[in-house]
């Protein structure tokens, strides 16, 4: 009973560490200074959604544990925005409220990015997805697309060069800052 306990701790403490470099990524200056990301509550938890899809993603192809800790990932970022809704001084009764309709922005992004990045066929559907959910329709210049575009890709093409014992040791290459094209 107690080696379960222990597996439970350690999985949730690896968790918190990769949602702390997550979070470190999905706040990098480079997103919104190179790639045009809204520097705006709206763009900062666009991109938190975004990088934590590409973990998730990855995760979710690791068998039964990667699935666990998926799963404790997505939990953890949703008690965060709760926490977050809070200090930012939403009331107590709308806090459930705004955070279900985070969590379906949340799912929606996600099944755009996850077409989008199945697409063998260049980068239309990923920038058009971008466009729309990421960026909400204001479109920023070509090149600042093309480098978040890029960004999405690399990051997504690292992620899935990692193994279950990389997450475990929360040793993610290239989420301490935007991977290069």
Request: charge should be neutral; glycine fraction near 8%; aromatic fraction near 6%.
């Given at each position: ?8 701790r350690?999985r949730?403490?690896?968790v918190?560490r990769l949602?702390g470099?997550i ?5 990098a200056?480079?997103?919104?200074a190179?790639?045009a990301?809204?520097?705006t ?7 938190l ?18 699935g666990?800790?998926?799963?404790l990932?997505?939990?953890l970022?949703f008690t965060d ?9 939403v009331?107590?009764?709308s806090v459930?409220?705004k955070v279900?309709q985070?969590?379906e922005?949340?799912?929606?992004r ?7 990045l199945?697409?063998?066929d260049?980068?239309a ?8 959910n990421?960026?909400r ?6 090149r600042?697309l093309e480098?978040?575009?890029a ?8 992620l899935?060069g990692l193994?279950?014992?990389?997450f ?14």
């Amino acid at each position: 009973m107690f080696g379960w306990l222990r597996r439970r701790r350690e999985r949730r403490e690896v968790v918190t560490r990769l949602y702390g470099e997550i979070v470190t990524l999905a706040r990098a200056p480079a997103l919104y200074a190179v790639m045009a990301v809204p520097d705006t509550l709206d763009g900062r938890f666009d991109s938190l959604v975004l990088h934590t899809h590409l973990v998730l993603r990855r995760l979710g192809r690791l068998g039964a544990e990667g699935g666990r800790m998926s799963q404790l990932l997505f939990d953890l970022m949703f008690t965060d925005m709760d926490h977050t809704l809070r200090e930012l001084g939403v009331g107590d009764l709308s806090v459930g409220r705004k955070v279900r309709q985070m969590a379906e922005a949340f799912y929606g992004r996600a099944a755009a990015y996850e077409e989008a990045l199945a697409e063998t066929d260049g980068n239309a559907r990923l920038e058009g997805a971008l466009l729309r959910n990421l960026y909400r329709g204001a479109a920023p210049e070509p090149r600042a697309l093309e480098a978040l575009a890029a960004h999405v890709q690399a990051l997504d093409r690292a992620l899935a060069g990692l193994d279950l014992e990389a997450f475990r040791a929360a040793r993610l290459p290239g989420l301490s800052e935007p991977v290069p094209a």
